[in-house]
């Protein structure tokens, strides 16, 4: 039963990558599973969506649930702006989305850097 637990377990140690033989037979897996639902388009996009999120929490762990809070924001956001038929609500949308996503990238590009500058400056 072990096995079936290091499946859906994430290692920092050992993450998922495209040059382990568990990623090939990953891709096999969901190569096959993808040929079956092709023709089913409500399937495969769920197939496609659950098996890409599993992908990510392999190789990165918890961030997938970053992904997944970008995905469901920004598809809020456009079913807002595909709703709108106010030109300056469309423009709202978007600049909180373009928002949004800016601070979020920033916070993971930027944090090191200031709090290591704060560290050396002030100790």
Not at 57 to 78: A, M, Q
Request: hydrophobic share 50%; charged share 15%.
């Amino acid at each position: 039963m072990d096995w079936i637990y290091d499946i859906f377990e994430f290692s920092k140690k050992y993450p998922m990558d495209f040059t382990q033989m568990s990623f090939w037979i990953f891709f096999v897996i969901i190569y096959i599973g993808f040929a079956l639902v092709y023709k089913r388009i409500f399937i495969r996009n769920l197939f496609l969506f659950f098996v890409s999120c599993f992908f990510y929490y392999k190789t990165s762990g918890l961030f997938v649930l970053l992904l997944i809070f970008s995905t469901i924001t920004d598809f809020y956001f456009g079913k807002q702006i595909d709703k709108s038929e106010n030109e300056s609500k469309r423009k709202f949308f978007v600049t909180l989305s373009v928002v949004l996503n800016l601070t979020v990238l920033s916070y993971f590009k930027y944090a090191y850097f200031f709090t290591d500058t704060y560290n050396t400056i002030f100790h």
